[in-house]
C-alpha cells in the first residue's frame, strides 16, 4: 500500500500599491506598496505564520517582492526564493499608467468593459486573460512537477490577474465564474497537490 503525501500551495496577491489606490491601469509598471498594502501584507503573514514551506515564488515586480518579505520572516524554512515572470500581473499595453476614468471619458464605458474584463481581447498592445492563462498554466504544470518532486510546499505572491487562470485551474471554475473574481489582498489560497 503507498501512502498518498498531501503538499500545499499557499497563493495570495500582493497588497494594495498607489496605482490600485487611484484606479489606475497598473500592469507591468512598478508601483510600490500603499501604508494599507503594507499591513495587508502583514495580514497575509500572520495568517500563513503557523504552514510551513520551503519555496517561494515572486515575480520581478516591487509589489510582488515586497507582499512575500513580511510572509517570510516567520519561514526560515523557506530556503528557496523563485522570480517567475509567468506569474506576472497582465500587461494592459498602452493602457499602462492611465487612469480607469480616462480611458472611459476617452473610448466609453464599453470598450474600457471589454478591454478590462474580456477573457479573449487584448488592450492595443496588451494581453487579454485568455494570454495570462496561457503562461499560468505552464508555470502550474512545472509548479506541480517540482512539488512532487522536490517534496515541498510553496508560498506564490502573485497578481490579480495571474491568480485568475491560477484559481480556474484548481477550483474548477468557468471562464465567466473566473472573470467575476475579485482576490482580495488580504487572504490566501490553499491548494493541495497529491504525490
Known amino acids: 500500500?503507498?501512502?498518498?503525501?498531501?503538499?500545499?500551495?499557499?497563493?495570495?496577491?500582493?497588497?494594495?500599491?498607489?496605482?490600485?489606490?487611484?484606479?489606475r491601469f497598473t500592469g507591468w509598471v512598478n508601483s510600490r506598496l500603499t501604508p494599507k498594502g503594507i499591513e495587508q501584507a502583514k495580514i497575509i503573514a500572520e495568517k500563513l505564520r503557523e504552514k510551513t514551506f520551503q519555496i517561494g515564488f515572486k515575480t520581478s515586480l516591487f509589489r510582488s517582492s515586497n507582499s512575500l518579505k513580511p510572509v517570510?520572516?516567520?519561514?526560515?524554512?523557506?530556503?528557496?526564493?523563485?522570480?517567475?515572470?509567468?506569474?506576472i500581473e497582465r500587461s494592459y499595453g498602452i493602457l499602462q499608467r492611465k487612469y480607469h476614468i480616462t480611458i472611459i471619458r476617452e473610448y466609453g464605458k464599453k470598450q474600457f468593459d471589454i478591454w478590462?474584463?474580456?477573457?479573449?481581447?487584448?488592450?492595443?498592445?496588451?494581453?487579454?486573460?485568455?494570454m495570462v492563462e496561457k503562461r499560468v498554466l505552464s508555470f502550474i504544470k512545472d509548479l506541480i512537477d517540482l512539488i512532487k518532486?522536490?517534496?515541498?510546499?510553496?508560498?506564490?505572491?502573485?497578481?490579480?490577474?495571474?491568480m485568475r487562470p491560477f484559481r480556474r485551474y484548481f477550483e474548477n471554475l468557468t471562464i465567466d465564474q473566473m472573470m467575476k473574481l475579485e482576490n482580495p489582498h488580504n487572504e490566501y489560497f490553499d491548494y493541495a497537490v497529491e504525490s
Open 116 to 130: 478590462h474584463r474580456s477573457y479573449d481581447v487584448p488592450p492595443p498592445g496588451g494581453e487579454s486573460i485568455k
Open 72 to 87: 517570510l520572516k516567520y519561514h526560515p524554512e523557506c530556503k528557496k526564493i523563485v522570480v517567475d515572470d509567468r506569474i
Open 1 to 23: 500500500m503507498t501512502n498518498i503525501m498531501k503538499y500545499h500551495i499557499y497563493l495570495f496577491r500582493h497588497g494594495e500599491t498607489y496605482y490600485n489606490r487611484s484606479k
Open 149 to 162: 518532486r522536490e517534496r515541498a510546499n510553496v508560498v506564490v505572491s502573485a497578481h490579480g490577474n495571474s
